[in-house]
């Protein structure tokens, strides 16, 4: 049987890092392959998983390691509070490309414009699987598998498909991208196949996208008021998308 601290070694530069016990956790229950597991705590661990997931409480108990607090310490860049870590098989992007090009779509992609905040991407990752988006895309340079998007998304990138892709390589459907200038979102309603854009927290949407949208919307806001954190925008979006799809389908149940 190969050393955890090994195999860690050894795999690390080709998987995911799940860094603390949520994101393990939803990464275990959405799927994924997960070859390595340590902790510093073994009891500790699996007592928290009792108390808060225990449906992978088992698959826990059979995957952990415990190793002692310097050597977990040294296999990641910042220790979690709850002294868990794991190594995770990243999803193919060609499951993830069909999933965000098969149509037709029961739920929106979501598609952030040169995302500069690690941390933002890793929220609206977050978001996008609470409301069971088909989806996140990200164009630019951030890398939307980064461990601290993925710390940000507490493991929750298995949840949905996630993919970094240029505007011209963009899934089909109806193009939405929200936009000071925009349509008050109030009055729009987002079908199911939707393409929501959100640009870059400095800069707003790329030309290239703007040109590319089908609609501009906007978000309701105070005047004086600047803007909203993305995160925000993203989930005040998705909640209406999603209070137009229960609205349908109360009609259809009529």
């Known amino acids: 049987m190969t050393d955890p601290v090994t195999l860690w070694h050894r795999i690390a530069a080709e998987t995911v890092l799940l860094d603390g016990f949520h994101a393990l956790k939803h990464a275990l229950r959405f799927g994924a392959e997960v070859p390595v597991a340590v902790t510093a705590d073994r009891a500790a661990t699996l007592a928290l998983a009792g108390e808060l997931a225990p449906d ?4 826990l108990d059979g995957l952990l ?12 860049p910042r220790p979690h509070p709850t002294a868990v870590a794991a190594l995770a098989v990243r999803p193919s992007r060609a499951s993830h490309l069909e999933k965000l090009a098969h149509t037709p779509r029961t739920a929106p992609v979501v598609v952030l414009d040169n995302p500069r905040n690690l941390g933002n991407a890793g929220a609206v990752i977050r978001l996008a699987a609470g409301f069971g988006a088909t989806g996140v895309v990200t164009t630019g340079t951030v890398d939307p598998w980064h461990p601290t998007v993925v710390r940000g998304g507490a493991g929750l990138h298995f949840a949905t498909a996630v993919e970094r892709l240029t ?3 963009l899934p089909p459907g109806p193009l939405f991208a929200l936009d000071p200038e925009g349509d008050d979102l109030r009055g729009v309603t987002l079908p199911d196949d939707a393409v929501l854009a959100f640009g870059s927290e400095r800069t707003g949407l790329s030309p290239e996208l703007r040109a590319r949208a089908d609609h501009l919307l906007s978000l309701p806001m105070r005047p004086q008021v600047s803007s909203y954190n993305l995160a925000t925008s993203v989930a005040m979006t998705l909640y209406h998308w999603s209070c137009g799809a229960i609205g349908e389908q109360a009609a259809l149940n009529l």
Do not use: F, I, K, M
């Open 56 to 59: 992978v409480r088992h698959a």
């Open 167 to 169: 505007v011209g390589e």
């Open 65 to 76: 390691t415990q190793v002692p607090q310097e050597t977990y310490a040294s296999l990641v």
